[in-house]
């Protein structure tokens, strides 16, 4: 049976620490620039999915710059969804647990769909 790190003490180690440093440097920028340029493809959207959204951090920084009617964060590890959870409290986005190699979205059904770092966790690169 495979091992997810993603649901060990390492993702709480992994967001508080590793997460916080890279994005201090270099992941902030990206992921603001990768929000920005899809709002102009699709600048009314009302249902956005961040699928291995982790905690949470694109949905987050979506909200500053739109106000989505349904945001959906996919994610395989229910210890990051927790913490992602706790700190988008009372903002109105949703957690699901979801497998990054089969995608449960119905074609058409929504109007942006995020994917960060889906490929490089995933147990099985091939399927995702």
Do not use: Q
């Amino acid at each position: 049976m495979e091992r997810n790190l993603f649901e060990t003490e390492f993702a709480i180690y992994y967001e508080k620490i590793v997460n916080r440093i890279s994005s201090i440097f270099f992941v902030n920028r990206w992921r603001k620039l990768m929000i920005k340029e899809s709002l102009k493809v699709s600048k009314d959207s009302k249902i956005v999915v961040d699928f291995c959204s982790g905690v949470g951090d694109v949905g987050k920084e979506l909200i500053k710059f739109s106000k989505p009617k349904l945001l959906i964060n996919c994610d395989l590890s229910m210890t990051l969804l927790k913490i992602g959870k706790r700190k988008l409290k009372g903002k109105g986005i949703y957690f699901v647990r979801a497998d990054n190699r089969f995608f449960p979205i119905k074609k058409n059904s929504l109007d942006i769909l995020f994917t960060s770092f889906c490929v490089r966790h995933s147990p099985e690169p091939g399927k995702t």
